[in-house]
């Protein structure tokens, strides 16, 4: 039993069978089952049209696991605290996930859901985050101050740019996400709770 | 390793030691222990002025388990989506833990503390949430026709009443809880998760 | 003529009549109409669950007339801030009247209920109304430097505490007032006015 | 003793004393006494830089006393609902009392500021602070729905246009009132209370 | 072909022909037709009550026009910022449209219709911008300290005077504006551009 | 002479000179200056990291000119519509002359700078607008009756797809705009004036 909805969005989108889908999508689709132990139902939902879900999942990759200096963990960090401020449930149930697993920490993804001011933080992660959280809530208010906040913490202008465009990406998605109601796997929920 | 900070407040308040309580708190705590696992934080923070520990934990104990045509689960997803609406880390652990149980749905909890209105829940409880969490964010604008919502989905005056006093009472605890940094025991975060 | 609704509340309470009541509350209530002139209608509402009436009251006296560094003007000051911020009609008259009569000072009373910034207050003051609307209007914004801020202007730890609950306590009440459209007595308008 | 500053406004405006005023307005000021018992200190504060006197006062009286299907009543209710809204203190205090003295109802005066909402209102004037209410918050969300709303309970189209005009007039005086710290004459606070 | 309503204002107002109007008022609108290749819609609208539109033009023109230590073009960049805040349609189309040729800089006008705190500004200009702005947002919010911040860089109290009353202004016209539904004369659209 | 700062963005990111960039991008790049007149300052912004710069474009690309059941210029609008509620500055420059391009109606690009409610739209463009900033504002509040409000206006389930993400797209980019204070090419200003 579950109080969350079956589907995977709420809109009639024509998402294709599995075995509907050119090989090479497939093959992508298999390498999720083989690495997270599923399909994540972001990428189901954009099935239904072929070149969205290419360039989606180009500039997902580039942005999440590219080159940067941001670690993979910071940048799920700002994924949680932004998801969390625009209360998007799909996002902080896959993401919340993705910092218990790599932090090795179940409270630090339980802190960022629920109110990450109150987790304790490095000075980088906590001026990070605050950066991240503001770009969210009142980006037109962001002035040249909130920049050398964070250069003052040690991030290089370059971070700087990162920081903005991972917040900015989950800024994108969460609407994505709360407009057609997506919902995240259940595979989720209980993964690294200990 | 926990992003959660150590100590049950911000605030030197002389929590005494647990055997230099009155014999009858010691006893309250030796239940505690029993059927929770735990001495809620909470009630350690309390415990620095007796007094006031006894009035809240007779209030508490009114609101959340004494007569009422609301069932417990009903109360617990009232406290969590007040708690949500406030950002409450608390309180947003301890009883998203208590929906977790209750409900025997861990999804329902998570729900719950990221956006309730993700949730697929009956009439009943939409209305009851969307009352008291109204009440949270905007009492002012409470009107007659809110109130009648709840009339309309099959609750009681009495009942409406209820919803009342036990979204206040987060709307209390929350802040108090905000307000000192308090911090939930650790047990809870895994607990009830598949 | 009034455009002050007639009722105690908006709800069908089956609120007892008083000589229908336990003969200790009715010595309970008799001394209300000794001090007060009135027995004030929060504690009618209340009386259609003599175990909430009881519980509400021992909690109400314990933070409003216990033991504290903040004196009795000062708490009263809090629930009108708090009240203020909420727009609660039912608390503004009843604690408004109160600050009239503890600080003797008509304006004092008008001034919080308007607007508490527009005061001349003690720098003591003027910190503890602060935290007390900050935690009302974004309690999830509380960080260490506005516990320090009270510190600074010479609050203990122990009066912290003090003006979490207190402030905590009327957004609790503030919700239920306006949660059922509880209307205070009358006889509040006219005291204390020069 | 007061808690309300002493000062008429923060600024140093060099006010003229009353004899160093042209004397058309030492006669106006006459009246005012005459009529009100003071001269409204906004009336002092404005005769630092007589040709703005000359014209505010014009525009307040024509909008406040001049030809409308609007009564003198309606006209203050606004005043202090858009004041309340703003939370400008010397507004309220001020209007809040012409309010009681037009209605007779001490509590009309209370409610408005405390909050209207909570107010037994004629449709008329439910609808009417309404308006008045949506274009202080949110002007820019008013539609032709909003407008339609006030001809369904009968106002003429002229009559938008007043209560439009008169619920801006106070926009602009509130945020004159509270950029310059502008104190109400203390008479205002014990007049008509019962 | 426009997307803007055709109408001067959504209300029927019974705004008279231009020679239905006194010879004073036509004299007028002649001067506005030469200086300003037009007569803008908001002295039309007034003019259907000539006690208005006489007490709202002589208070305009003596805040705009009259003396101050305020420039012209400093009196409509805040009338512009305020009307930007409180998206006024007919206020940023008319004032933007003042500010490019006062300024003679096209890009200002547009990033103080789109959000001030990107232009390239003074201190002085970002101070006084600053002040207007927080007027208009969070009047009950100010403080001595919003007051020094603009001595400080330079202004005199008779300036904040005017800037308080310029501010003040826009957030009553601004509220008429929207209220009404008040359209601007197409021809300031083009006005100004490079 | 130009209050707009003359940066590309606040930060050092060693945009490589136009020259030193590979043929593939030199060849686009080239595309832009003859189709637009420009090549887009967010371009060369991204062309610091090749990769970024690709994923980029071709999402933006698959966005706004691919398929879908939303015209070219109803998604500008919604591009407009977005920054303008974000208030980003060089979403609103550039995506403003494209409504004006696309539209050829100067006046529309203005209005949904401005305040998309005061234009005179068709049904379909304002349930489209309505939804797109709603997702923008409160984009956790959304349910099932937004997403009827676009089909009982002739959306279909994929074109509400389409609408959902363009605005997401916005979200984002002006978030990464305003975060790094990125500035538009200056042409933007004056083309389509008229």
Same mark, same amino acid.
């Given at each position: 039993?579950?109080?969350?909805?079956?589907?995977?969005?709420?809109?009639?989108?024509?998402?294709?069978?599995?075995?509907?889908?050119?090989?090479?999508?497939?093959?992508?689709?298999?390498?999720?089952?083989?690495?997270?132990?599923?399909?994540?139902?972001?990428?189901?939902?954009?099935?239904?049209?072929?070149?969205?879900?290419?360039?989606?999942?180009?500039?997902?990759?580039?942005?999440?696991? %590219?080159? !940067?200096? $941001?670690?993979?963990?910071?940048?799920?960090?700002? +994924?949680?605290?932004?998801?969390? #401020? =625009? /209360?998007?449930?799909?996002?902080?149930?896959?993401?919340?996930?993705?910092?218990?697993?790599?932090?090795?920490?179940?409270?630090?993804?339980?802190?960022?859901?629920?109110?990450?001011?109150?987790?304790?933080?490095?000075?980088?992660?906590?001026?990070?985050?605050?950066?991240?959280?503001?770009?969210?809530?009142?980006?037109?208010?962001?002035?040249?101050?909130?920049?050398?906040?964070?250069?003052?913490? %040690?991030? !290089?202008? $370059?971070?700087?740019?990162?920081?903005?465009?991972? +917040?900015?990406?989950?800024?994108? #998605? =969460? /609407?994505?996400?709360?407009?057609?109601?997506?919902?995240?796997?259940?595979?989720?929920?209980?993964?690294?709770?200990?």
């Amino acid at each position: 039993m579950s109080a969350q909805p079956k589907h995977i969005t709420a809109l009639e989108l024509g998402i294709p069978k599995r075995d509907e889908l050119p090989e090479n999508i497939q093959k992508y689709f298999d390498i999720c089952d083989e690495k997270l132990g599923m399909v994540p139902n972001v990428l189901k939902a954009y099935s239904h049209r072929l070149t969205q879900l290419d360039s989606f999942t180009r500039f997902y990759n580039e942005l999440m696991f %590219g080159e !940067s200096g $941001l670690t993979k963990l910071e940048r799920e960090m700002i +994924a949680v605290a932004v998801s969390s #401020s =625009n /209360r998007c449930y799909y996002c902080q149930v896959a993401h919340g996930a993705a910092v218990r697993d790599y932090s090795g920490d179940p409270t630090l993804g339980e802190l960022l859901v629920m109110n990450y001011r109150a987790a304790e933080l490095s000075e980088r992660e906590r001026a990070m985050l605050d950066f991240a959280v503001k770009i969210t809530e009142t980006p037109h208010a962001i002035v040249e101050a909130d920049r050398q906040a964070l250069r003052d913490v %040690g991030f !290089s202008d $370059l971070d700087i740019w990162d920081i903005a465009n991972v +917040a900015g990406f989950y800024n994108m #998605s =969460n /609407r994505v996400a709360s407009a057609v109601d997506m919902q995240p796997n259940l595979e989720y929920h209980a993964q690294n709770r200990s």
